[in-house]
């Protein structure tokens, strides 16, 4: 995974150094990936672009602190690790109390949800 770069990538096993596939450049900030039990990869991130808090498109513009304070929305995100292609998962409005979202975890028929600026998590359904 590449937080910089809005990309997932696969690298070879007997080489690391390898990249062998990658997503799309994504529309949000993949952080803590891992393997769903379908064998998807999880992950979920903040939004780069919002019209509130700003672009962070670029690593030259961003500013740890500022982007802390500065409450984004959210994308959690399955992404199949062969073809790369992903599928949200869900996704969410910013939110004063509950925001900086940085993992996603799938539990039965849920979701859960973490941030790095908060001290607590976030569920929700996923049935229709």
Request: aromatic fraction near 8%.
């Amino acid at each position: 995974m590449s937080s910089g770069l809005f990309t997932v990538v696969a690298y070879s096993n007997s080489n690391p150094a390898r990249p062998l596939r990658s997503t799309k450049p994504l529309a949000f900030i993949p952080d803590n990936l891992h393997m769903g039990s379908d064998g998807n990869l999880i992950t979920a991130g903040l939004i780069a672009d919002d019209p509130v808090c700003g672009n962070v498109r670029s690593p030259n513009e961003f500013d740890l602190e500022a982007f802390a304070v500065c409450p984004r929305p959210f994308v959690a995100m399955a992404i199949d690790p062969q073809s790369m292609e992903g599928k949200d998962l869900a996704r969410g409005p910013a939110n004063d109390s509950f925001s900086n979202v940085t993992m996603a975890l799938l539990v039965g028929n849920d979701i859960w949800i973490g941030t790095f600026a908060g001290d607590r998590v976030a569920y929700r359904s996923l049935k229709p």
